[in-house]
């Protein structure tokens, strides 16, 4: 099915630990994003990319890093996971005026 | 500094009565504005957006409202459904030469109950 997949799903890390969460997206779009969703809070942006090669800081990057390794792929690392980073992820893309679509997140527990 | 804020953490609707769901923005530049809809499990999906140069737009049961004079935009829901039920969020974008960014309120939790 074309989308945007997200891997894992689920995750549980012991605080000071490192992840990197994926995103591929099958849609030829240009730009891509990763959001986190918290509970009152909604959804922040963290990073995104508007086209390859490019990448640029959200409202809160601090304590993560991306890589945009092709048009379809754009990664989200977590270096020294911290229990205030527990939360959904998730990951986007768009193209045109407001077509953006979204994957189904990645559940994050530091412990 | 929260640029889009929806101040309705919750909401219960009645089947077939009408939902109205609220959200003020503080950026005078947004150029869109637009509602996702969000099931447990699952990402937001798009529901309807409206152009800053308009004021109304509609489709089928879903109708968005912007004032701009008062930075305020809203979503009615006209008859309620139970499958309705969902978390909606409001979104604002400024659109630069390379795209944009979406900046999202906290969400408003919507119950409709047969």
């Excluded at chain 1, 918290?38 to 090669?53: H, T, V």
């Excluded at chain 1, 390794?69 to 229990?83: D, I, Q, T, V, Y």
């Amino acid at each position: 099915n074309a989308g945007v997949t997200q891997t894992p799903k689920f995750q549980v890390l012991k605080t000071g630990q490192s992840m990197t969460l994926q995103c591929a997206q099958d849609m030829n779009h240009n730009s891509m994003y990763w959001y986190r969703q918290d509970p009152g809070m909604g959804l922040r942006l963290i990073y995104y990319s508007a086209s390859e090669g490019t990448t640029d800081k959200g409202e809160v990057p601090n304590g993560y890093n991306v890589s945009r390794l092709n048009k379809r792929e754009f990664s989200l690392r977590l270096e020294s996971a911290a229990p205030s980073q527990t939360s959904v992820y998730f990951c986007a893309s768009r193209t045109g005026t407001y077509g953006y679509t979204f994957g189904s997140g990645t559940r994050l527990t530091v412990v | 500094d929260q640029q889009v804020k929806q101040n309705s953490p919750s909401l219960s609707v009645q089947e077939g009565r009408i939902s109205i769901l609220n959200c003020d923005y503080t950026n005078s530049m947004f150029d869109y504005f637009l509602w996702y809809k969000k099931y447990p499990a699952e990402g937001p999906t798009f529901l309807i957006s409206i152009s800053s140069i308009k004021d109304k737009n509609e489709d089928g049961r879903f109708t968005v409202f912007l004032n701009k004079s008062a930075k305020h935009l809203s979503l009615h829901i006209v008859p309620s459904q139970p499958g309705d039920s969902a978390v909606y969020f409001c979104a604002a974008e400024r659109l630069y030469n390379q795209g944009g960014k979406l900046i999202f309120g906290q969400g408003t939790e919507l119950s409709v109950k047969p």
